[in-house]
């Protein structure tokens, strides 16, 4: 079957929901995310692009009691409420040695042999791409209808000891609460700059 493609802006509709009218949320209503609902996450954020397909991006879903009390830990006190409220919170880490699943990942090509005996260059690479995913994630989490809340006030050591322990060659990148937003918890949006500011067309 022929996949039909077409050429046409999203309606503003949907740009509002992923972009213009969402927030980071810092409180959360009590209603509760489901599995499916994380496996819908996954499905659209794995169809994003990385480079050479590494998909270095590893993630633990916190929805337990006991999987929030160890995240609320590791979390600066500004964001220990959050993670507490939160239905899931996202553990987006990376796995240094992502090229070892390439040889399946990216199969045109030898593309491992561009990261063996490079670990610098895979922690770049990693890290990089899994900021992209971690990225992808979230207006994948929009799309389905939940709102998020990333975080970067956390101990990374802390965060990594605690959710990768089994898989010392994972690192934690940074960490996003999903769920549905109080939108009592958030203020006005902040300022963003115009085209000019920032940019440059040469």
Not at 53 to 61: A, E, G, L, T
Not at 112 to 129: I, L, P, Q, T, V
Not at 170 to 189: E, K, L, M, Q, T
Request: with cysteine.
């Amino acid at each position: 079957m022929t996949t039909q493609y077409h050429d046409h802006v999203l309606s503003d509709a949907a740009l509002a929901q992923l972009f213009n009218d969402a927030r980071s949320y810092n409180d959360w209503l009590d209603k509760p995310v489901s599995d499916e609902q994380l496996h819908a996450i996954w499905d659209l954020m794995k169809m994003a692009p990385t480079s050479a397909n590494m998909q270095p991006v590893r993630i633990v879903w916190v929805k337990s009691e006991d999987a929030k009390a160890k995240l609320v830990d590791c979390v600066s006190d500004g964001n220990k409420d959050k993670v507490a409220a939160a239905p899931v919170t996202a553990v987006i880490g990376y796995d240094i040695d992502f090229h070892e699943e390439l040889p399946w990942l990216f199969p045109h090509t030898d593309a491992k042999s561009w990261f063996d005996g490079d670990e610098a260059g895979r922690k770049e690479g990693a890290f990089r791409n899994s900021s992209l995913q971690g990225a992808y994630l979230m207006l994948a989490a929009r799309a389905v209808g939940l709102d998020c809340g990333p975080m970067s006030g956390f101990d990374g050591d802390a965060v990594t000891a605690a959710f990768f322990a089994d898989e010392p060659r994972h690192r934690v990148n940074f960490i996003c609460s999903i769920g549905y937003g109080d939108p009592d918890s958030i203020f006005p949006r902040s300022p963003r700059p115009e085209f000019g500011l920032f940019n440059r067309i040469v």
